[in-house]
T-cell receptor
Framework: SQQGEEDPQALSIQEGENATMNCSYK?????LQWYRQNSGRGLVHLIL?????REKHSGRLRVTLDTSKKSSSLLITASRAADTASYFC???????????FGQGTRLTINP | AAGVIQSPRHLIKEKRETATLKCYPI?????VYWYQQGPGQDPQFLIS???????DKGSIPDRFSAQQFSDYHSELNMSSLELGDSALYFC??????????????FGPGTRLTVT
């Protein structure tokens, strides 16, 4: 089973609205990362949040991490059509170095 | 800044053929990871190498093998290809003990199509 599960699987909103995606995981982690992927393209690293951090910002992105609930959220504010993509959370497990990806959220921004 | 390079970017093979994918990590990165992403799926970890030694192994079929060379580039060899091997194959690199510990930098991927 996957370490990370994302919710929702698909999200469609109007341009200018905020988009929130959630990620849950099962075991202790060192950090959690969010990636964006345009259809069939490469993985673009968005942001990394360490296990001892609770919130992090980068431009229009805001990531929170709740280690007690083993969950994270990615908020994209003032969405743009160019934000249309799939978004994956990825966790690295304590004692391991590989990344375990969630199933991804397919975000569509309607102009 | 230099990024992870993967070659080829696209590869078309027939069933039962072999394929070799190459990955050139960011300079001074000593760890390489391989991931497989099937259509509509999330990336799945295959195998990793640190200082030319296998460091971890995931759901990699026995038909696949990989190695890391002295210049730290890595190759993923895939034999007896099956239709289900059609996927995007990503390579990522990392510098052990780097300031952003465990941040992996991904290459653009190789799209393998098996017909």
């Amino acid at each position: 089973s996957q370490q990370g599960e994302e919710d929702p699987q698909a999200l469609s909103i109007q341009e200018g609205e905020n988009a929130t995606m959630n990620c849950s995981y099962k075991t202790s982690i060192n950090n959690l990362q969010w990636y964006r992927q345009n259809s069939g393209r490469g993985l673009v690293h968005l942001i990394l949040i360490r296990s001892n951090e609770r919130e992090k910002h980068s431009g229009r992105l805001r990531v929170t991490l709740d280690t007690s609930k083993k969950s994270s959220s990615l908020l994209i504010t003032a969405s743009r059509a160019a934000d249309t993509a799939s978004y994956f959370c990825a966790t690295d497990l304590q004692g391991a170095q590989k990344l375990v990806f969630g199933q991804g959220t397919r975000l569509t921004i309607n102009p | 800044a230099a990024g992870v390079i993967q070659s080829p970017r696209h590869l078309i093979k027939e069933k039962r053929e072999t394929a070799t994918l190459k990955c050139y990590p960011i300079p001074r990165h000593d760890t390489v990871y391989w991931y497989q992403q099937g259509p509509g799926q999330d990336p799945q970890f295959l195998i990793s190498f640190y200082e030319k030694m296998q460091s971890d192994k995931g759901s990699i079929p026995d038909r696949f093998s990989a190695q890391q060379f002295s210049d730290y580039h890595s190759e993923l060899n895939m034999s007896s290809l099956e239709l289900g091997d059609s996927a995007l194959y990503f390579c990522a690199s990392r510098k052990e003990g780097g300031s952003l510990w465990n941040e992996q930098y991904f290459g653009p991927g190789t799209r393998l199509t098996v017909t």
